[in-house]
């Protein structure tokens, strides 16, 4: 599966951004759809999962009510609404795929096989 991420950018705190994941290869083969991020300094954190066949969520306590991840598989793409962005959102943005969906498994970063190059999110204040 190869993944291409878009809409990063900067932003002012409060401000909103999309990020979208393109998906191509073999779609059908990874079910969860993931975005990770990393800050400088920092280690990559789970922000949210999304289920292709189900439309199950899962997001981290961080973005909760803030974010929203949604999937079109018509288009093979994963999108990530982000709002009410804070200076702390500051990362690079990761999409990952990873084939079966369990709650445990989809918030760690190794257990996605396939990776996007990343998009820089910058939220000023």
């Known amino acids: 599966v190869q993944l291409v991420e878009s809409g990063g950018g900067l932003v002012q705190a409060g401000g909103s951004l999309r990020l979208s994941c393109a998906r191509s290869g073999r779609t059908f083969s990874h079910d969860v759809m993931g975005w990770f991020r990393q800050a400088p300094g920092k280690e990559r954190e789970f922000v949210a999962a999304?289920?292709?066949?189900?439309?199950?969520?899962y997001y981290s306590d961080s973005v909760k009510g803030r974010f929203t991840i949604s999937r079109d598989n018509a288009k093979n793409t994963a999108d990530l609404q982000m709002n009410s962005l804070k200076p702390e959102d500051t990362a690079v943005y990761y999409c990952?795929?990873?084939?079966?969906?369990?709650?445990?498994?989809?918030?760690?970063?190794?257990?996605?096989?396939?990776w996007g190059q990343g998009t820089q999110v910058t939220v000023s204040s």
């Open positions: 990952a795929a990873q084939p079966v969906w369990h709650r445990i498994s989809v918030v760690i970063a190794k257990t996605y096989d396939s």
């Open positions: 999304i289920s292709r066949s189900t439309g199950n969520t």
